[in-house]
C-alpha cells in the first residue's frame, strides 16, 4: 500500500474521532497526516514525511491551538442569556411607570415595570432603560 493511502486513512480515522471528543488534539493530529500525506503524494521519502507530519503537528499546537481558545473565550464571555440579556436594552413606555407599577414593552414583549428612582414618574411613550430584573418586573430609567 502506498504511504500516501496510509497517511489519509490515518487522517480520516483522527478527523472522526475529533467529532466524538471535541479535544481538538486529535483534528490537529488528523490535520498534521494529511500534510504528510501530501508529502507522500509528490514523492518525498518516509523519513521527510515524518518531518512534515512534526512540523505541521507543531504549527497546529503552537498556532491554530491559541488562535481556537481565544476566540472560545471571548464568544463566551460576551453572551448573556435570559433576562439578564435584557438588563441595558432599551425600553418603550407603554402605561405610564412609577415607583409601584407601569407596563413596558423590551424587544416586542410586554413587561410589568417600575421606576429604577422611586420618586420619578416616567410618561407613556418615553423611551427608558432597563436597569435590571426583579422576578417578572423590569426597573427603568429615563433615557438623557
Keep these: 500500500m502506498d504511504d500516501w493511502v496510509i497517511w489519509l486513512i490515518l487522517a480520516v480515522v483522527l478527523g472522526i474521532a475529533e467529532i466524538f471528543t471535541l479535544t481538538t488534539a486529535l483534528g490537529l493530529l488528523g490535520g498534521a497526516a494529511l500534510f504528510a500525506g501530501l508529502a507522500a503524494v509528490i514523492g518525498l521519502p518516509v523519513p521527510l514525511q515524518l518531518l512534515v507530519f512534526t512540523g505541521a503537528l507543531a504549527a497546529g499546537v503552537?498556532?491554530?491551538?491559541?488562535?481556537?481558545?481565544?476566540?472560545?473565550r471571548q464568544t463566551s464571555s460576551k453572551q448573556r442569556f435570559g433576562i439578564q440579556a435584557l438588563v441595558g436594552k432599551p425600553a418603550y413606555?407603554?402605561?405610564e411607570v412609577t415607583g409601584r407599577d407601569g407596563r413596558v414593552q423590551i424587544g416586542g414583549e410586554e413587561w410589568s415595570a417600575r421606576a429604577y428612582d422611586e420618586t420619578l414618574v416616567i410618561p407613556a411613550g418615553a423611551v427608558v432603560d432597563v436597569i435590571e430584573i426583579e422576578g417578572a418586573t423590569a426597573l427603568v430609567y429615563p433615557r438623557e
Design 62 to 72: 503552537f498556532v491554530v491551538r491559541p488562535i481556537a481558545r481565544r476566540q472560545l
Design 93 to 95: 413606555v407603554v402605561r
